[in-house]
């Protein structure tokens, strides 16, 4: 008896001891994946609103942020849903040595991906019609579901990047992502100043440089895979 409580005692005070050791591993891990949103995904979309709305005025941003908004509901929750079961899978398979299974994972994950977003994209092609039916202005509703037409590419550039990135995470390769965050965001500043500069519409300017910045990441990600 005194042994078994010896040895509980002693594995309970070794618990903080091993999770403290582990903090700088999950730390290691994680700060790449954290600077990938803020600065690949976050920083990008602020700066594209505010260069629409100095380009086309407050009537443009509202018409983006409704866009953005049935976007994220309809299409990348969806996605990103998906995907995430790659994370468990992959672990689990990479943790068991089973190599070969975490590539079938990846694979089952990018098509499980591209299924959801064909789905989303019959979807955004009725956009303007949805948003008309849910009461919202003719005007607003029929510049986002533009904004939604040409979103669909970066939709389908998503969808791809996101199995590989729960694959690639799964395999504990993280310190690529800072350095994709960084292209994205370049990419995509750079796309929306060129697109506005060449006179075209903001709110479908916004989309496409997402379309572009979002094929970059795609192929940047490839080269990590």
């Keep these: ?35 990938n949103q803020m600065i690949g995904i976050f920083i990008p979309s602020f700066l594209t609103i505010a260069a629409v709305g100095q380009a086309a005025g407050a009537r443009a941003v509202a018409a983006l942020a409704m866009a953005t908004t049935f976007a994220n509901i309809t299409g990348w929750s969806l996605v990103v849903g998906i995907s995430e079961g790659c994370d468990t899978l992959a672990s689990q398979a990479y ?15 990018v098509a499980l ?22 009461g919202q202005p003719r005007e607003l509703a029929r510049m986002a579901g533009a904004y939604c ?21 799964a395999l504990g390769v993280t310190r690529p992502f800072f350095f994709i965050g960084c292209v994205q965001l370049v990419v995509q500043c750079a796309a929306v100043v060129a697109l506005l500069g060449a006179r075209c519409d903001p709110v479908i300017a916004a989309a496409a440089a997402w379309g572009i910045s979002h094929a970059v990441t795609l192929v940047v990600t490839l080269l990590f895979a």
């Design 1 to 35: 008896m005194d042994d078994a409580a010896y040895t509980l005692v002693d594995e309970d005070a070794a618990a903080p001891r091993d999770a403290a050791a582990a903090t700088p591993t999950l730390m290691g891990l994680a700060s790449p994946i954290i600077a």
């Design 95 to 109: 943790g068991a040595g089973q190599h070969a299974v975490c590539g079938a994972i990846l694979q089952r994950g």
């Design 113 to 134: 991906s591209a299924a959801g977003a064909a789905v989303v994209t019959v979807l955004w092609t009725q956009a303007e019609r949805a948003l008309i039916a849910f």
């Design 149 to 169: 037409l040409w979103y669909i590419p970066a939709l389908w550039a998503f969808a791809a990047v996101q199995p590989l990135r729960r694959w690639l995470t």
